[in-house]
Nanobody
Framework: QVQLIESGGGLVQTGDSLRLSCAAS????????MGWFRQAPGKEREFAAA????????DYGHSVKGRFTISRDGAKNTVYLQMNSLRPEDTAVYYC????????????????????WGQGTQVSVSS
């Protein structure tokens, strides 16, 4: 069973930065695509960022493009989300996710394409 554990969330003010981490179990291998989604209370999950299993291809949701950066470590079992210039509308629970199959250069931007999810980490941005 794949296990994903997010960390790094917190309460910050407008303009601040946070770096989220997602640690994956050893069964999550290199070349599995990973992504970040966020969900505010009473709202649907929103795509934030994704990275391919290989080649380093990335994609971002429109609302975070230019402010957030997704990356992964050399082992491809930890994914990060660097969030800069945070705004109150970024307030949400942030979830990392992984596609449970081997891919190389493809990125995925919808929740239904992902197979495993972390427990989420809260990000709150005050105005």
């Amino acid at each position: 069973q794949v296990q994903l554990i997010e960390s790094g969330g917190g309460l910050v003010q407008t303009g601040d930065s946070l770096r989220l981490s997602c640690a994956a179990s050893a069964r999550t291998f290199r070349s599995y695509p990973m992504g970040w989604f966020r969900q505010a209370p009473g709202k649907e999950r929103e795509f934030a960022a994704a990275i391919s299993g290989s080649y380093g291809n990335t994609d971002y949701g429109h609302s975070v493009k230019g402010r957030f950066t997704i990356s992964r470590d050399g082992a491809k079992n930890t994914v990060y989300l660097q969030m800069n210039s945070l705004r109150p509308e970024d307030t949400a629970v942030y979830y990392c996710a992984v596609v449970g199959s081997y891919h190389v250069g493809t990125v995925y931007t919808t929740p239904r394409e992902y197979d495993y999810w972390g427990q989420g980490t809260q990000v709150s941005v005050s105005s």
